[in-house]
């Protein structure tokens, strides 16, 4: 069983800066694009950042130039550094990866989803 777990949410002043992190487990053939989506109350989830297993990123245009999304595959493991906050910035922050698992005589790739972490930008 495959399980996301995010980490690195909190209360922030406007301007400051917050690095989340989500790092997969269990038994995992591969690991391809993983990403951060945040949902703000009464808004649908949106894409945030993403980036491919070769390190391809891409953002949204909210956040271009203040956030930066990284990843270690030796860890399974997925960053977001976010700089110069917003009190827009405020939303749940959740994980997302796309993981290939071995199955009985084949493989399975699936949508993981984390728990989503609580960002919250003062203003």
């Known amino acids: 069983q495959v399980q996301l777990v995010e980490s690195g949410g909190g209360l922030v002043q406007a301007g400051g800066s917050l690095r989340l992190s989500c790092t997969a487990s269990?038994?995992?053939?591969?690991?391809?694009?993983m990403g951060w989506y945040r949902q703000a109350p009464g808004k649908q989830r949106e894409l945030v950042a993403g980036?491919?297993?070769?390190?391809?990123?891409n953002y949204a245009d909210s956040v271009k130039g203040r956030f930066t999304i990284s990843r270690d595959n030796a860890k399974n493991t997925v960053y977001l550094q976010m700089n110069s906050l917003k009190p827009e910035d405020t939303a749940v922050y959740y994980c997302?990866?796309?993981?290939?698992?071995?199955?009985?005589?084949?493989?399975?790739?699936?949508?993981?989803w984390g728990q989503g972490t609580q960002v919250t930008v003062s203003s």
């Open positions: 997302n990866a796309q993981i290939t698992t071995p199955q009985t005589m084949t493989t399975y790739t699936g949508n993981f």
């Open positions: 269990g038994t995992i053939l591969r690991i391809n694009t």
């Open positions: 980036i491919t297993s070769s390190g391809s990123t």
